[in-house]
């Protein structure tokens, strides 16, 4: 006889019962812990631990669409991985990286990921020399070859920051052949700002001509979008030399209306620049991070 037996015998109590009755208690004690601690693996709210930004992806290199603050409380509607995608009473989503929230996510210590590094972009500011481009009406020291090289310039800062290699088809006022305006390299971006006779037309029109270059348009379109007030013209196929001739990726931006004398006003500043660069970078590193 066992010792357990022994024990029961010893108090005098019938051994099947008291054991079923404990394995009863036992399984109701499990099934009222899981109905307290619900799900316990995936969260259903957060709350913002700080002020930060919600995004259009689940990384940081994704553009940014609207800042939240510290307190801010969201539904979760995804996640993948440390990222969480979110919504507001007012149905808007993004995403945010679990570490900025309530929740006990450790921030990725990953290095920085850089999607650009090593890309090797090439610039292409139009006009220059002879060929001013578009002038404005308003101004007339306002001339499309200097605002294109401007931004080439101040874009290619941005760029190198990133660790990408750019290359310029023109890097002063001089006059190059459309045929000359080629480089080997990942990307191509033309630059340009459009001018009609009629100072109506306004915003940004992002072009491509080959089939394959469809999609490096739409992203670019949609980052640029994303940060930039001028008015959306879409993205159109239209066989342009530059584009037509290379067999990368290639776009040519149409950034604003120098005819038009609000986009002018943008296009002049450098502050303004800055924000529909920064578009430009964003679109990149989206475009090389899938
Ligand atoms: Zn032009």
Redesign the pocket.
């Known amino acids: 006889m066992n010792r357990i037996n022994l024990w029961f015998k010893k108090r005098k109590i019938k051994p099947v019962p008291v054991i079923s009755a404990a394995v009863l208690l036992l399984v109701l004690l499990i099934i009222i812990i899981n109905l307290i601690i619900p799900n316990e693996g995936e969260p259903k709210t957060l709350t913002m631990k700080e002020d930060n930004e919600l995004r259009t992806g689940p990384a940081a290199y994704y553009p940014i669409i609207f800042d939240v603050k510290k307190g801010d409380d969201f539904e979760i509607t995804d996640r993948q991985d440390k990222w969480f995608e979110v919504k507001n009473d007012n149905n808007e989503k993004g995403w945010i990286a679990g570490w900025h929230t309530n929740l006990d996510i450790k921030e990725d210590v990953n290095p920085v990921l850089k999607p650009l590094k090593d890309k090797v972009i090439v610039l292409d500011p139009?006009?220059g020399g002879s060929d001013q481009?578009?002038s404005s009406s308003k101004n007339k020291n306002v001339t499309?070859k200097e605002i294109t090289l401007k931004t080439a310039k101040e874009l290619k800062k941005m760029l190198e920051d990133e660790g990408a290699k750019v290359k310029m088809t023109r890097d002063k006022d001089e006059y190059i052949k459309l045929k000359d305006r080629q480089e080997d390299g990942d990307v191509f971006i033309s630059i340009?700002?459009d001018a009609l006779d009629s100072s109506g037309p306004h915003g940004l029109t992002v072009y491509y001509h080959h089939d394959s270059q469809q999609d490096f348009a739409k992203t670019l379109h949609t980052s640029i979008n994303q940060k930039s007030i001028l008015s959306d013209r879409g993205v159109r196929n239209e066989n342009f030399q530059v584009i037509r001739q290379t067999k990368m990726p290639g776009v040519l931006l149409e950034l604003g209306y120098i005819s038009n004398p609000t986009d002018e006003d943008l296009i002049v500043d450098r502050k303004y620049r800055h924000i529909v660069e920064s578009g430009i970078v964003d679109g990149l590193k989206v475009y090389f991070s899938n």
């Open positions: 139009g006009h481009g578009a499309e340009h700002n």
